[in-house]
């Protein structure tokens, strides 16, 4: 990961520019703004600037930001020391050739009791502490702002992700219509194509009604409970094709709550619900009753099917969860659901919308 | 091939029915609705072949194989490929996915008589019912895992309490039968009771050692050591010898 080009050289104007700035401000106060020390501050910011970049392009090359936490701090640290040796090395160098020494630094060099080579090499070491604190805080901070940029994108890629995941969930929730329900059911009219072809007439009516539904269904926010009971009806008319006599169905509507608006394809889930995880799973098959009613302003709608809930209710989740999921986004916490053991070998899932709910 | 198909949807028996009349080489000679009558239909009737429908009210196809002795051909049949991958799994003859296409179903049937004709050599050992030859299959449900197996590829039976455990490749799932039930039903041509713990296979026998008070050490070909009990040495060596 590269910082823009444009900033990186920005950081290393405000950074370089500010180490010049106090120097020569410190050699103001201090009366000693020569030319000398002007040359001086010349070479170290050449070099600064030149080694700093150099030890960039190593961290880029070797990825170093990539590794692990612990890898990457010693490896700062390794980079750090090697650079600082070669620049002081250098400087020392430099400034012994283009005579722009200290006085201090001079007599240290003309030592006449030790050989020449320690004393450079002292000089090298002084030269290196100084060199050493600089780049340990370019280090620093290239460190720092890489290491919070990352997170702060990992971040975000993770907020991002979540929000595709809920975005995605919703929408498999309303178009969800179980492929297995629609094999099961062609091979239920391919097979009454000769048996009896008014009913697969009938069947392919039925089922050509759900799959344009679930296709529009997530157009839409809301849709008249009618319209939603006549796709349930047509799915109910095709499973009843398939289980034959093993599927009874009841309906129990109050004319009242036709015309209320509910969450497409949500009865749908529930009855889907009672066929997948009740009636197919009894040898001899069972009812399923759907009910729909005013109760003290609360539209109440009814799923009620031969069976037992058992304890691995998270197994059957996504379909529970989902109508979970969809009440609270739709209508806060006004509305209800809940799904019980009604009577001995009786499942009932039931939910409640307030009424007079605005969307 | 005499076949029975098992679903529970009476629609899609009678449109399989249908589908099979094109191929006269398979009679279906009776259906089931669910596992229970398909075990019983299946004892009864011993077909070649069974269609089996693997989502069923009770108990799953997988869940029915499992309690058969001995398991037929199957070919499954589902809507949706859920299953039918977890059928490969279970290495199938085949699978078809309903609605059913001709084509395929001709495909699984050429395909099923191709292995039959192999197997023709055997058929005389099926007279025999109630014992198992090395050439029948059995299949073998341990959790959500699922194998057929034949026989000879069994190396070892190990009794662990009322289970039993079954070597062969490298796998070696429980089933729910005691080690004497298993040699009941076992060829005593192929099998032998090795001690009270083991039944070995007897082609998979790689060493043979002397072991403690004249037993016999038995290296097996996965590399199991299985020690014979005194009383069976004897016997083991009267079968070797002959």
């Excluded at chain 1, 190593?58 to 890898?71: D, P, R, S, T, V």
């Excluded at chain 1, 702060?152 to 929000?163: A, C, G, I, Y």
């Excluded at chain 1, 109760?295 to 379909?319: A, P, R």
């Amino acid at each position: 990961m590269r910082i823009g080009n444009r900033r990186y050289w920005l950081f290393q104007l405000i950074g370089w520019g500010s180490f010049v700035f106090i120097n020569a401000f410190f050699a103001f106060s201090f009366d000693q703004l020569t030319p000398i020390v002007f040359k001086r501050l010349g070479v170290f910011l050449v070099l600064g600037v030149l080694f700093s970049h150099l030890m960039r392009s190593i961290i880029i090359h070797f990825g170093l930001l990539q590794k692990n936490l612990n890898k990457q701090v010693l490896q700062f640290f390794v980079i750090t020391f090697c650079v600082t040796f070669v620049v002081s090395y250098i400087s020392v160098e430099v400034l012994i050739g283009f005579n722009l020494m200290k006085k201090t630094e001079a007599e240290l060099l003309d030592r006449a009791d030790v050989s020449f080579w320690i004393n450079k090499l002292l000089l090298v070491l002084s030269m290196a502490f100084s060199y050493f604190l600089l780049f340990f805080i370019w280090s620093l901070i290239y460190f720092v702002y890489h290491y919070v940029a990352k997170s702060r994108k990992q971040q975000m890629d993770t907020l991002q992700l979540e929000s595709l995941v809920k975005e995605l969930e919703l929408k498999t929730i309303k178009a969800h219509i179980n492929p297995h329900f629609i094999f099961n059911s062609l091979n239920s009219i391919r097979a009454l194509v000769d048996e009896n072809p008014e009913r697969a007439r009938k069947g392919i009516t039925e089922l050509s009604n759900i799959l344009r539904s679930s296709m529009q269904a997530d157009k839409a926010e809301a849709v008249a409970f009618q319209k939603e009971l006549f796709i349930v009806k047509d799915y109910l008319a095709l499973e009843n094709m398939r289980f034959e006599d093993r599927l009874k169905i009841e309906y129990q509507v109050d004319e009242n709550t036709l015309p209320l608006p509910v969450p497409p394809m949500m009865l749908q889930t529930l009855v889907e619900n009672a066929i997948k995880h009740g009636i197919s799973k009894q040898i001899h098959g069972g009812v399923v009753r759907v009910t729909s009613t005013i109760k003290n302003n609360f539209h109440e709608l009814s799923v009620q099917n031969t069976g037992y809930l058992n304890g691995h209710m998270s197994g059957e989740g996504f379909g529970l969860s989902s109508t979970t999921n969809r009440l609270s986004l739709l209508y806060g916490n006004k509305a209800k659901f809940e799904i019980k053991q009604a009577s001995a070998s009786l499942v009932e899932a039931r939910v409640s919308i307030p009424v007079e709910a605005d969307y | 091939m005499r076949a029975i198909i098992i679903d529970d949807e009476r629609l899609a028996r009678a449109e399989l029915k249908k589908l099979l009349q094109d191929f006269p080489e398979v009679e279906v000679i009776d259906e089931a609705a669910n596992a229970e009558e398909g075990i019983s239909k299946i004892d009864s009737q011993q077909p070649d072949l069974i269609f089996l429908d693997i989502q069923m009210p009770g108990k799953t196809g997988f869940d029915m194989l499992s309690e058969l002795e001995k398991a037929p051909h199957v070919i499954f049949t589902t809507a949706y490929d859920e299953f039918a991958l977890k059928a490969f799994e279970v290495n199938a003859l085949d699978y078809l996915l309903k609605p059913v296409e001709p084509k395929r179903l001709a495909d699984a049937i050429h395909k099923l008589q191709h292995t039959e004709g192999k197997e023709i050599r055997t058929t005389e050992e099926y007279t025999n019912n109630s014992i198992l030859s090395e050439h029948d299959q059995v299949f073998v449900k341990d959790g959500e895992r699922c194998w057929f197996v034949r026989l000879s590829d069994i190396r070892l039976f190990e009794s662990v309490g009322n289970y039993a455990k079954v070597f062969f490749g490298t796998n070696k799932p429980l089933i729910l039968k005691s080690l004497n039930a298993l040699e009941e039903r076992l060829d005593e041509k192929f099998f032998f009771r090795a001690n009270r713990k083991h039944i070995v296979n007897l082609r998979m026998i790689d060493k043979i050692e002397p072991y403690f008070n004249g037993g016999l050490l038995l290296e097996m070909k996965g590399g199991e050591k299985i020690e014979v009990s005194r009383r069976q040495t004897v016997k083991f060596k009267e079968m070797m010898s002959l």
